[in-house]
């Protein structure tokens, strides 16, 4: 059993930056990050292969959010630069059971979650 817990949300104006961090209880394959927009379903943002050799992003994100990890400290990352006001959500950590050289998208191969750290981009 793998225990998740995000880190670094926040309210931050418009074309701020944050940077969340989700610490695992111990070694994970591929992990992502979620969103939940108020109202919405939860959907993919980013994802990261086992060792951190292949990235995966929702399109509008690409280029504002960079998806890393550290194996030694079982630590995954997300920064995000020039944030919107459509960014709000509460930001989900997940990891999957599967050690792969590619990210993992598909929301169903999920097995753990974080319990979400909330980021509002507002003036």
């Known amino acids: 059993q793998v225990q998740l817990v995000e880190s670094g949300g926040g309210l931050v104006q418009p074309g701020g930056s944050l940077r969340l961090s989700c610490a695992a209880s111990?070694?994970?394959?591929?992990m992502g990050w979620f969103r939940e927009p108020p109202g919405k379903e939860r959907e993919f943002v980013a994802a990261i292969s086992s060792i951190g050799q292949r990235e995966d992003y929702k399109y509008s994100v690409k280029d504002r959010f960079t998806i890393s990890r550290d194996n030694a400290k079982n630590t995954l990352y997300l920064q995000m630069n020039n944030l919107k006001p459509e960014d709000t959500a509460v930001y989900y950590c997940a990891a999957t059971l599967s050690d792969t050289t590619v990210p993992v998208i598909a929301r169903i191969l999920y097995y753990y979650w974080g319990q979400g750290t909330q980021v509002t981009v507002s003036s």
């Open positions: 111990g070694p994970t394959f591929s």
